[in-house]
């Protein structure tokens, strides 16, 4: 069973950035997929990236495209998600997750952990 935990999330005024960092135990964090997901209150859970087992392929949400970027370091068991020109609309728990295969995917089903979630807040 893997075990994530993400750090990083804070309060930033608009178009500040954040970056998010999910570390992963276990022995087979490199096999598969990571992806980002976010909770607003209110709202269902939504996709915003995903990253291919060794970094090769990304994946974006539109919302986010251009402004967010996902990375990983197989080495460290580490995923990032640096979030730049925040607008208060990203304002959500921020959950990383493992997907179960190597290649990207949206679809929350396809995740079979989680962490606890880390929140961001973006003021106007």
């Known amino acids: 069973q893997v075990q994530l935990v993400e750090s990083g999330g804070g309060l930033v005024q608009a178009g500040g950035s954040l970056r998010l960092s999910c570390a992963a135990s276990?022995?087979?964090?490199?096999?598969?997929?990571m992806g980002w997901f976010r909770q607003a209150p209110g709202k269902e859970r939504e996709f915003v990236a995903a990253?291919?087992?060794?970094?090769?392929?990304?994946s974006y949400a539109d919302s986010v495209k251009g402004r967010y970027t996902i990375s990983r370091d197989n080495a460290k068991n580490t995923v990032g998600l640096q979030m730049n020109s925040l607008k208060p609309e990203d304002t959500a728990v921020y959950y990383c997750?493992?997907?179960?295969?190597?290649?990207?995917?949206?679809?929350?089903?396809?995740?079979?952990?989680w962490g606890q979630g880390t929140q961001v807040t973006v003021s106007s």
């Open positions: 276990g022995r087979f964090f490199s096999s598969y997929a």
């Open positions: 990253i291919s087992w060794n970094g090769g392929i990304t």
């Open positions: 997750a493992t997907a179960r295969a190597a290649g990207v995917t949206r679809t929350p089903n396809n995740y079979h952990s």
